[in-house]
């Protein structure tokens, strides 16, 4: 299972961004799909899921921001992000668990500037 994000960099408060991550080695459309991040000096955190049914659950800390949605054509999660703020900062990571393991992404850096 391989997991490649993409689609981080520098955006001006309020402004927005499209994470991607593409996905090899599973069988995509069957799994439930997660983004996290992490920010300088915290823990890493969950951010957004969607089912393979397409039933969405965000964090309150980005809900009626961010958007999670998912490709099963291309085997990829989106994540759009809107209205960024100053704490959104940090690596973003998708993530899938399967076969009792997690899956992580490299990471995806978000930064945000006030």
């Known amino acids: 299972v391989q997991l490649q994000a993409s689609g981080g960099g520098l955006v001006q408060a309020g402004g927005s961004l499209r994470l991607s991550c593409k996905a090899t080695?599973?069988?995509?459309?069957?799994?439930?799909m997660y983004w996290y991040r992490q920010a300088p000096g915290k823990e890493r955190e969950w951010v957004a899921s969607?089912?393979?049914?397409?039933?969405?659950n965000y964090s309150d800390s980005v809900k009626g921001r961010f958007t999670i949605s998912r490709d099963n054509v291309r085997s990829t999660v989106f994540l759009q992000m809107d209205s960024l703020k100053p704490e959104d900062i940090g690596v973003y990571y998708c993530?899938?668990?399967?076969?009792?393991?997690?899956?992580w992404g490299q990471g995806t850096l978000v930064t945000v500037s006030s």
């Open positions: 993530n899938v668990p399967l076969r009792a393991r997690d899956y």
């Open positions: 080695g599973l069988n995509f459309r069957i799994n439930t």
């Open positions: 969607i089912t393979s049914g397409g039933t969405t």
